[in-house]
């Protein structure tokens, strides 16, 4: 066995490459090559005889690869230079197809190899393979060289040939044909093979005693072959402590002046150091450092491999792609040592699900491939791919806590599928897709349908990158409506695709694409911005427009930047935080709620409504719904679409319905489309309405027609206002009872029996059920409390029947009971007793729900006030400093000056003019006709003065008054007066 291989080198080998080649498109194909292999290539390309004895003079060259023919330097001609510059250095042709003479004939000239362009995959290793030979022949070289000169040493000086020897680390020998033992062996035998030099002199083929047992019979064929010289072999060696060496031995023959071999040379080098090496590179060209398992490269090749046997012998094989489950996931939140970790587990495992001849390959990240070879049937692909589903489901210990981890897996068959391996991979990755698509945690088998979709995807997901570029997108608004006022109370943004040749594309196609890609984000930035200066234009213009529900996705709530981004929306539509909703589905709550409480609670205080979206689809948790800082939730339609006619799905309405009233959250229905749905969900107190049976979301333009018209719900349907009050008689109805509430305004429905009372309770909404015991009134009752739980029950029960219903007293279904037979005056008083209570209590939610209206809008208002007061204020302070500087400015004047506002009052004087007018006091805060003298008064009254303003004559003495207006920046409004003396004009 070959010692394990170490760990891989730092550091890439640096190789020299010269290129004979006249296309610098095959020289860049072959360097890319080599670089893939693990080499830093240097290299230079020529193709003229003149450049290429420059490129061997200026240079030592590791590989030399030349091109089957380039114009002006036949190859023939090239080696021939090259081999008088360097004869050992590695020569590899380069041709275009297979079967070409010129290739062989050039090989026969001195090439090493030839490396045809079709496949690029044997360049490596006959490059690796030639550096070694190259490496052995320059060392042999100067061995051979060192025996002729000991030879020559042995004609002249035994004593000067010993010295040499003995300092040469490389092994020789030399062996007497004639006599057939060795004459001469240096010291180096024992440091290389680690036997004594002695045994060598008794035995020339000792050292063939010593060879590891795995290359012995090769070894020993190979030199009996080359008794007379000419052996060239690698083979490890067994040492005495045990330890195993890599050795190359070459021998060669030493003839007389007449050509006769006189002796044999032989040269041994240790060469394991550079077998490592060689083995270390392979390793890390087709082996994944960190799972250990074959790489992309490897598993290709060995597809490759698989593919063309099971063609030759006519047997089915599979290909498996797996790709893990929420690793991205996991390897965030846990971190990349922990992703690490799992990705080795995980591959152990694999690998334990496989026969021996299976191959299993990380192709990268979190993708693994499999080779099934020699399958009789698909059902043998199915079964290793439910042992690998299966040992995945059991947990990985991370850090010390148990992580489950599921795989999507896809599975393709050669030759049913595909008959070459790129395709078969392409077939695998789709059916991979299909897997995860269907929920994950499974295997799918590739079908021609799968190809077909995922080329449609493929095209709408490059399409889908064009689209907000070219402003495909487009917004549409789907109402919602008050089930207290049936008026609009608010809109949900939804985002269409124009697409240009598709027209509409249903959100459902594209939004799962813009998560997968990531566009969601940018995308929902659009949306944003968007709704909100369609909300704010609304309001400019009057339309009644409470807020607007924009949906954020799970990528955008985990963004940093998602408060900035709102507030910037905000600020730039010039849209109040409190006419902005935003919704966001459960799973995107739960999926890290710890953090989703933090953004959701900065969001708030923003100002922000915060909804959670299809309530009830997903897993959350009533602790964490408490700590969210959420204003509704939304019922999801999958509840609202069998509520009338599934008793369950009503009792969870009803639930949801009143656990979020408790936490003090309003309700949102979603998705409904019938009057009898509506009813339902008004008998059980839902707040707010959204479906088709109102509207279908609307371009901005239809929105607008809807709000200009005021559509609003049924006002017989809703809580509060105009309904007529509805009774149900089951079992026969009482003629004068139903005659005289249908005279006093009240609708009597009519049900035989208890099916036929659960249509009616599913279609319309009443507010007494009547049924009588003889025509399972019970049960009729029973739907009622499930269905309208709001609806008073009243049973007409005789005492025959009183036991066996009994227990319907108990269990809330029957509130009150009249003895039959019944007084019809009795039962019609207790009935409109009822409809009044109901008016009452209605009228008084109706109230509370327009105060409840009036207080906000008295707040939106308060708001806005508290906005203009500080304005104001802020104008207010500014004007005072600014009268408090010119005021001050004004006592540094030397001529009286005043400033009148409007009113007449001084809100101005200097100290001139306070002695003028005032004498001991001050003109401040007094009316100019109190203090002022007629002539001023005069002129104050023209209102304006002449450029030099107008004479008057004052305690005797002449000025120039002249009149300006005050300063509009001031909080005060009026004149300014300034008395010029006249000998100063």
């Known amino acids: 066995m070959r010692p394990p291989a170490e760990p891989p080198p730092t550091q890439q080998l640096l190789l020299h490459v010269l290129f004979i080649d006249a296309s610098a498109d095959d020289a860049a194909l072959l360097q890319r090559a080599l670089q893939s292999g693990g080499f830093d290539v240097v290299a230079r390309r020529v193709d003229t005889p003149a450049e290429l004895r420059d490129a061997l003079r200026q240079q030592a060259w590791d590989l030399v690869l030349l091109a089957r023919a380039v114009p002006g330097l036949p190859v023939g001609d090239a080696l021939a230079v090259l081999r008088g510059v360097d004869p050992d250095v590695p020569a590899i042709l380069f041709s275009g197809r297979p079967g070409d003479e010129t290739a062989s004939c050039t090989l026969d000239e001195g090439a090493q190899d030839c490396i045809y362009k079709s496949n690029l995959a044997r360049l490596l290793p006959v490059v690796e393979r030639e550096l070694r030979q190259a490496a052995l022949r320059r060392g042999g070289r100067v061995a051979t060289q060192a025996v002729r000169r000991v030879e020559s040493a042995l004609q002249q000086s035994e004593e000067r040939f010993l010295q040499l020897a003995a300092n040469i680390p490389e092994c020789f020998w030399l062996i007497d044909v004639e006599l057939r033992k060795v004459v001469y062996v240096n010291a180096a035998y024992e440091q290389i093979w680690g036997r004594r030099v002695e045994d060598l002199y008794k035995d020339r083929m000792d050292w063939l005693r010593h060879v590891h047992p795995e290359d012995f019979e090769r070894v020993a064929e190979a030199a009996r072959a080359a008794a ?25 023959p030493i003839r007389d002046e007449n050509g006769a071999v006189r002796s044999v040379g032989g040269v041994a080098n240790d060469v394991s150091s550079f077998v490592d090496q060689q083995q270390r590179l392979t390793h890390l060209a087709h082996y994944d450092s960190l799972t250990a398992l074959p790489n ?5 090749e060995r597809l490759s491999g698989a593919v063309a046997l099971a063609r030759r012998n006519g047997w089915k094989l599979g290909v498996l792609f797996i790709d893990l489950d929420r690793f991205k996931s996991i390897n965030d ?18 690998s334990g699900c496989l026969r021996e001849s299976d191959t299993v390959g990380r192709l990268g990240g979190d993708e693994f491939a499999v080779i099934l070879p020699e399958l009789e049937d ?6 290793v791919a439910r042992k690998i589903v299966d040992a995945l489901t059991l947990p990985v210990q991370l850090e010390g806590e148990d992580v489950f981890v599921t795989a999507s897996i896809g599975i393709t068959l050669f030759p049913d599928d595909a008959d070459d391996l790129h395709t078969l991979l392409r077939n695998a990755d789709t059916a991979m897709y299909r897997a995860k698509e269907v929920g994950r945690n499974n295997y799918q088998f590739f079908t021609a349908a799968m190809n077909e979709r995922a080329r449609e995807r493929l095209q709408l997901e490059t399409d889908l990158r064009h689209a907000l570029l070219r402003d495909e997108f487009v917004l549409h608004y789907q109402p919602k409506a008050s089930c207290a006022s049936g008026r609009i109370c608010g809109v949900e943004a939804l985002i269409r695709w124009n697409h240009p040749l598709r027209g509409l594309v249903p959100p459902s196609e594209f939004i799962p694409l813009l998560e997968e890609t990531g566009l969601i984000v940018q995308v929902g930035q659009w949306v944003l911005r968007t709704a909100c200066a369609q909300a704010q234009a ?42 902005l909703e935003l919704e966001l589905t459960e799973s995107v709550l739960m999926h890290n709620a710890e953090s989703a409480v933090r953004t959701l609670n900065r969001l708030k205080a923003k100002g922000v409504g915060l909804s959670v979206d299809d309530f009830g689809t997903g897993y959350s948790s009533l602790s964490y719904l408490k700590r969210f800082p959420l204003d509704s939730i939304k019922v999801d339609r999958s509840f609202v679409q069998d509520i009338a006619a599934d008793p369950d799905d009503a009792s969870i309405t009803r639930a949801v319905i009143t656990m979020a009233h408790h936490l003090k959250l309003k309700v949102v229905a979603e998705g409904v489309e019938t009057e009898g749905q509506l009813s339902l969900l008004i008998a059980n107190r ?15 333009a239809g929105l607008e027609a809807l709000l200009h018209e005021d559509r609003r719900l049924p006002a017989d349907l809703l809580r509060a206002g105009e309904r007529r009050r509805a009774m149900l008689f089951v079992g026969p109805v009482l003629p004068a009872l139903d005659e005289q509430l249908e005279r006093d305004g009240y609708r009597v429905f009519a049900a035989p029996d208890a099916a036929q009372a659960r249509a009616v309770l599913a279609a319309h909404r009443v507010d007494v059920v009547v049924a009588r015991v003889d025509t399972d009134g019970v049960d009729g009752l029973r739907a009622a409390a499930a269905m309208q739980p709001d609806a008073e029950r009243i049973l007409l029960c005789d005492d025959a029947s009183w036991g066996r219903v009994a227990g319907a007293f108990g269990d809330g279904t029957v509130q009150r009971c009249f003895h039959l037979p019944v007084d019809e005056a009795t039962l019609r008083r207790a009935v409109e007793g009822v409809f009044q209570s109901r008016d009452q209590i209605e009228e008084g939610q109706r109230l509370g729900h327009e105060a409840q209206h009036t207080s906000s809008e008295l707040l939106r208002l308060g708001e806005a006030l508290r906005r203009l007061q500080g304005e104001n204020e802020n104008l207010r302070v500014r004007g005072d400093t600014a009268l408090g500087l010119l005021q001050e400015f004004t006592q540094y004047i030397p001529w009286p000056l005043i400033g009148i506002d409007d009113e007449g009052l001084v809100a101005l004087s200097n100290e001139p003019a306070d002695l003028l007018f005032a004498q001991q006091t001050t003109l401040l805060g007094q009316f100019s006709d109190e203090v002022l003298p007629a002539a001023l008064l005069a002129v104050l009254e023209a ?28 909080p005060a409004r009026g004149r300014l007066l300034l008395l010029i003396p006249e000998e100063t004009n």
């Open 686 to 700: 839902c707040d707010q309405i959204q479906g088709y049976y109102f509207s279908r979301p609307l371009p901005a």
């Open 538 to 579: 609304w309001r400019a213009a009057g339309l009644a427009v409470p807020n607007v529900a924009v949906n954020l996705s799970g990528r955008q709530l985990q963004s940093d930047l998602l408060v900035e981004e709102v507030v910037a929306a905000l600020e730039e539509s010039g849209l109040p935080a409190a006419a």
């Open 228 to 252: 007379l010289g000419g052996l060239n072999e690698d083979f490890r060696t067994v040492r005495p402590d045990g330890s195993v060496r890599w050795l190359h031995v070459r021998t060669f």
């Open 296 to 300: 992309r490269l490897l598993f290709y």
């Open 333 to 350: 939140t846990l971190g990349h040592i922990a992703g690490d970790e799992l990705l080795r587990q995980i591959a152990g495992r694999l």
């Open 378 to 383: 698909g059902q043998q692909a199915s079964i």
């Open 943 to 970: 209102g304006q003065t002449g450029r030099r303003g107008e004479a008057v004559k004052l305690a005797g003495r002449a000025y120039r008054a002249t009149i300006k207006p005050l300063d509009a920046q001031l």
